[in-house]
């Protein structure tokens, strides 16, 4: 059965996929395909370029992310993150789509256009950056002449490259809209109505994944805290194990069904 695993955005709260994903790794699984977006776009390339999710972890937890972001000098947006293609290209050496171990799909927004774009092949990195461009606080990235920012903004929850080429889709939102950290300051006020604006577009697809995972317990982190990192991280991991009979469950069922109909399609 061909598995595929569509990753969120939630910045920092997206330590949280690496975590989940090793929890199924361990419960047997393994993914086909991966579409992300975000921080699940991030962790999905690392991933499909052949990284364990312990290394990935690792990583983040060994470099100053913070050395590789510098003010953006115009009106578009408070930093810049072109510096960070020398850090994609340190892990990502090959800059292709094309040169991953398994098919990746990432999704940004033109905020010109108003249009969800994805990128299944080509050069990787741009794509990637583009696609975690926190609007305002990132200026937006130049692809192709199209102004690009963080996809989550039009779709959170990328299950639709996975519809039709996946048995059994698997989606992990990092970003559940609990009561969170109180509203003291405009950042906080920011980050809060970004965030309500982003789940608004997740329910819908939520529904067309056979299992939708969403530890709850990640809403009291916001999205700048890595230095969090493997806390949330370990949040992932332990809802994952924890549900791991409501997994077993759900791919049984989902697998009955596949078998039922390849049954009837053998009688026609």
């Known amino acids: 059965m061909k598995t595929g695993l569509a990753l969120s955005g939630g910045g920092a709260r997206g330590f949280a996929h690496l975590g989940v994903m090793k929890g199924l790794l361990e419960q047997g699984f393994r993914f086909d ?26 990583i983040f937890l060994t470099t100053r ?15 810049r993150s072109d510096r960070m ?13 094309e040169g991953l171990k398994l098919p990746l799909f990432v999704n940004a927004t033109d905020i010109k256009e108003g249009e969800i774009v994805y990128f299944s092949e080509g050069p990787l990195i741009r794509p990637l950056l583009a696609s975690g461009s926190i609007p305002v606080m990132f200026e937006p990235v130049n692809i192709g002449g199209r102004l690009l920012v963080d996809g989550g903004v039009l779709n959170n929850l990328p299950v639709e490259p996975l519809v039709g080429k996946c048995d059994f889709i698997i989606g992990v939102h990092t970003n559940p809209c609990g009561p969170g950290r109180p509203v003291t300051d405009v950042r906080s006020i920011l980050e809060r109505t970004l965030l309500l604006v982003i789940h608004n577009n997740v329910p819908q697809r939520a529904r067309q994944c056979d299992l939708f995972i969403e530890p709850p317990s990640l809403s009291r982190f916001t999205t700048m805290d890595n230095a969090k990192a493997q806390e949330i991280f370990d949040i992932g991991y332990t809802f994952t194990m924890e549900s791991a009979p409501r997994i077993a469950e759900t791919y049984a069922s989902r697998l009955a069904v596949l078998k039922e109909m390849q049954q009837l399609s053998g009688r026609k």
């Open 33 to 58: 395909v991966i579409s992300g977006v975000s921080a699940g776009a991030i962790a999905g390339a690392l991933y499909a370029q052949g990284h364990t999710p312990d290394d990935i972890l690792r």
């Open 85 to 97: 293609e020398k850090l994609c290209e340190k892990y990502l050496p090959h800059n292709s789509f």
């Open 65 to 79: 992310l913070f050395r590789y972001i510098r003010p953006a000098g115009n009106f578009r947006g408070f930093f």
